[in-house]
């Protein structure tokens, strides 16, 4: 019997210690930090085009091959005329564009602040020269971010620093403003609007505002602002009908700001950032500020 009670009662101790876990924030532990593959698939903004005289421009089995991936074999338009060398390593990305965000924006001036931040660019990947011909290069997909094609732009290889996330236990619910530069969370990775841990999302805080890698920035909203991103009723930050209200009028300015999470910032240009969530209290949406820690 006693065996059994001690059985028990261990059981809801582990049980309280799991739930009591389960309650405190989830986000990259101390010592960590992004992996290989959210450093370099993130994508960015440049504020000036990049350059594209170096490509892609076909591969083997091109008869029926449309995209390429890790393994395959590929050819670049450049040789050692051009001065390539077996064993060049390049980045390929590509120019994309959200085709609905001009016509369908999430919140009310995201199509304006996403041309703010630049030109968009996917990470497709890297490859690396094994063959060098007189006006062409046979390279290997050595790591694929996406699909890569036809007029891809290649880039020499950069290492991109994979800084250290801090202590997830830092995280301040009711931080106080910062004072420091404050900006928007514009669009996501892939053209997303809503955001958890571990989301990609680009803002539009950057170099000139002196971001850098490794950079934490605080996520936050207010409650019942003008420029609203989801649909709400108005004024339900005090009064909802039916569910009660205060005797006076509180505008979002009146309230308390929520402050939602913490991003790590991977990449920086001059207009925008990359960033990745790592910590996030509520649902993220496009729209949502941010602000450098």
């Given at each position: 019997?006693?065996?059994?009670?001690?059985?028990?009662?261990?059981?809801?101790?582990?049980?309280?210690?799991?739930?009591?876990?389960?309650?405190?924030?989830?986000?990259?532990?101390?010592?960590?930090?992004?992996?290989?593959?959210?450093?370099?698939?993130?994508?960015f903004f440049s504020d000036q085009k990049v350059p594209d005289e170096i490509r892609l421009i076909s591969?083997?089995?091109?008869?029926?091959?449309?995209?390429?991936?890790?393994?395959?074999?590929?050819?670049?338009?450049?040789?050692?005329?051009?001065?390539m060398r077996v064993g060049d390593r390049f980045i390929v990305v590509r120019h994309e564009r959200d085709p609905l965000s001009d016509?369908?924006?999430?919140?009310?001036?995201?199509?304006?602040?996403?041309?703010?931040?630049?030109?968009?660019?996917?990470?497709?990947g890297q490859v690396r020269v094994i063959n060098v011909q007189p006006k062409v290069s046979i390279a290997e997909v050595i790591f694929s971010c996406d699909y890569i094609q036809r007029g891809d732009i290649l880039r020499p290889y950069v290492e991109r620093p994979s800084p250290p996330y801090k202590d997830p236990a830092a995280f301040d619910h009711f931080a106080p403003v910062s004072g420091k530069p404050v900006g928007t969370m514009v669009i996501g990775f892939d053209y997303a609007d809503s955001y958890g841990q571990n989301s990609t999302v680009f803002v539009n805080l950057g170099s000139a505002q002196g971001v850098k890698?490794?950079?934490?920035?605080?996520?936050?909203?207010?409650?019942?602002?003008?420029?609203?991103?989801?649909?709400?009723?108005?004024?339900?930050?005090?009064?909802?009908?039916?569910?009660?209200?205060?005797?006076?009028?509180?505008?979002?300015?009146?309230?308390?700001?929520?402050?939602?999470?913490?991003?790590?910032?991977?990449?920086?240009?001059?207009?925008?950032?990359?960033?990745?969530?790592?910590?996030?209290?509520?649902?993220v949406y496009a729209?949502?500020?941010?602000?450098?820690?």
């Open positions: 019997m006693r065996a059994s009670l001690a059985v028990f009662s261990l059981s809801i101790f582990l049980a309280a210690a799991a739930a009591s876990a389960q309650s405190l924030p989830q986000s990259a532990p101390l010592g960590q930090q992004p992996g290989y593959s959210a450093a370099n698939c993130s994508g591969g083997e089995q091109s008869e029926y091959k449309i995209t390429f991936s890790r393994g395959d074999t590929v050819y670049i338009n450049r040789g050692q005329d051009q001065g016509n369908v924006p999430w919140f009310k001036w995201q199509t304006k602040l996403t041309k703010a931040m630049g030109i968009s660019y996917l990470d497709a890698v490794g950079d934490y920035l605080r996520i936050f909203r207010h409650q019942g602002e003008p420029g609203e991103y989801v649909p709400q009723t108005a004024d339900y930050q005090y009064k909802l009908y039916g569910f009660g209200s205060t005797p006076e009028k509180y505008s979002w300015k009146d309230l308390p700001r929520e402050v939602l999470g913490e991003a790590i910032v991977l990449n920086v240009s001059k207009n925008s950032a990359t960033v990745l969530i790592t910590f996030s209290s509520a649902e729209g949502d500020y941010v602000e450098i820690e």
